[in-house]
């Protein structure tokens, strides 16, 4: 097995993350970060998932703007590594960061239900 697929998704990746940072001006692009890339096995197809910071109209007027600079990010791929075949890109949203917070979150309430819950227990105890 060949680990090149690999390496190209983590070029993939810090290319695209300096792009997004230093080059796209697009307004509707909001507080992305790329989460991971998924590159083919024959290295012609690249999924970027991106992470969005936001309302989830937010979130679709990122990924909106990212697939309208398709085109120019795979342009400037090519030219920054070098490889025989760009691969196509397509942008997709990951929300499992979200998901992780909204866990921590209702983990976080159910503990403070639980030590609420603990306290009264203890205080409506008599001692014989």
């Given at each position: 097995m060949s680990h090149r697929p690999e390496r190209l998704a983590e070029a993939i990746k810090k290319e695209v993350s300096d792009m997004i940072r230093d080059e796209l001006k697009d307004p509707?692009?909001?507080f992305a970060?790329?989460?991971?890339v998924d590159v083919s096995g024959d290295m012609r197809y690249a999924k970027i998932f991106i992470s969005v910071l936001?309302?989830?109209?937010?979130q679709q007027k990122t990924?909106?703007?990212l697939e309208s600079a398709k085109g120019f990010?795979?342009?400037?791929?090519?030219r920054r590594i070098r490889l025989r075949y760009t691969p196509e890109l397509s942008f997709k949203l990951d929300a499992s960061i979200q998901r992780g917070t909204r866990?921590?979150?209702l983990l976080d309430e159910v503990s403070d239900d639980k030590t609420e819950g603990h306290d009264d227990s203890q205080t409506s105890r008599r001692v014989p």
């Open positions: 509707r692009i909001g970060t790329i989460t991971s936001g309302e989830p109209e937010a990924i909106a703007a990010v795979r342009t400037e791929l090519g866990v921590i979150k």
